[in-house]
Antibody, heavy 123, light 106 residues
Framework: QVQLQESGPGLVKPSQTLSLTCTVS??????????WSWIRQPAGKGLEWIGR???????NYNPSLKSRVTISVDTSKNQFSLRLSSVTAADTAVYYC???????????????WGQGTLVTVSS | DIQMTQSPSSLSASVGDRVTITCRAS??????LNWYQQKPGKAPKLLIY???TLHSGVPSRFSGSGSGTDFTLTISSLQHEDFATYYC????????FGPGTKVDIK
């Protein structure tokens, strides 16, 4: 079955750029049936959708983060990536990548998820 | 943004209890509503999509209902492995999640 695995630095300095990669196994990021999303969760708090990418490279971002987020896809490596610029302590969270199923008439859902990776923003 | 609320924020229950969690959207979202289960230190897992469709492999004691703005997740007979936090999520527009409902042992 499809598995997703996040990777990247666990510590980022304030004002710098957070960069994470999600490697997909058991499936292809080139599949037209899915989006590929990033979601984050600060410790002890709820879930926030960051954005998604389609195999074509088209993206959608959460308006609250749009000015700082870039999501890209590398089909040759079966990976997609997140860049979040100008980070502050408020960006400290567990970051998850997830496959988003494109259901009928826009009914989408997230499954599966990666295990998550903690990113701490601190000097 | 569509705001999602859940009630209660937490509940204590015993094995075998029937548990109901409510999710409300700030505007009508038809049936664009999903439910997830998250255990401590783990990623969320999909339970139900499009308000009432049980995801493959999810036990039949889980069920979902509702449309428009009001939705419920019901666990018909709580099992040990069901103690977790449950989140609703709308897919009508920019995805947003509810704040979660923590189910713990009475």
């Amino acid at each position: 079955q499809v598995q997703l695995q996040e990777s990247g630095p666990g510590l980022v300095k304030p004002s710098q750029t957070l960069s994470l990669t999600c490697t997909v196994s058991g499936g292809s990021v080139s599949s037209g049936s899915y989006y590929w999303s990033w979601i984050r969760q600060p410790a002890g708090k709820g879930l926030e959708w960051i954005g998604r990418i389609f195999t074509s490279g088209s993206t959608n971002y959460n308006p609250s983060l749009k000015s700082r987020v870039t999501i890209s896809v590398d089909t040759s490596k079966n990976q997609f990536s997140l860049r979040l610029s100008s980070v502050t302590a408020a960006d400290t969270a567990v970051y998850y990548c997830a496959r988003e199923s494109r259901g009928y008439e826009g009914h989408n859902w997230f499954d599966p998820w990666g295990q998550g990776t903690l990113v701490t923003v601190s000097s | 943004d569509i705001q999602m609320t859940q009630s209660p924020s937490s509940l204590s229950a015993s094995v075998g209890d029937r548990v109901t969690i409510t999710c409300r959207a700030s505007q009508s979202i038809s049936s664009f509503l999903n439910w997830y289960q998250q255990k401590p230190g783990k990623a969320p897992k999909l339970l139900i999509y499009t308000a009432s469709t049980l995801h493959s492999g999810v036990p039949s004691r889980f069920s979902g209902s509702g449309s428009g703005t009001d939705f419920t997740l019901t666990i018909s007979s709580l099992q040990h492995e069901d103690f977790a936090t449950y989140y609703c999520q709308q897919s009508y527009s920019t995805p947003t999640f509810g704040p979660g409902t923590k189910v713990d042992i009475k």
